[in-house]
């Protein structure tokens, strides 16, 4: 939980991903953008659990691609 999001070497495909394994798991919609702002995996897990990541509607971007 005190690992650093920098020192897993995520990218943004990688943040990507988890934004979309967390909607998946929640049924709700996450900014994978605001993810990069987070420190470590607790700041994370923290944020979803306050379902702080949780936005209203799906990301432009991915309404663009669909």
Known sequence: ???RMRDLGLDSLDYN???TAIE???GW???DYK???Y???RHVADAVASQ???TAE???VRQVLE
């Open 1 to 3: 939980m005190t690992t």
């Open 17 to 19: 991903e988890l934004a």
């Open 24 to 26: 998946s798991r929640l």
């Open 29 to 31: 919609f996450v900014d």
């Open 35 to 37: 993810l990069w702002q």
């Open 39 to 41: 420190e470590s995996v």
């Open 52 to 54: 702080e990541l949780r």
């Open 58 to 60: 799906p990301p432009a």
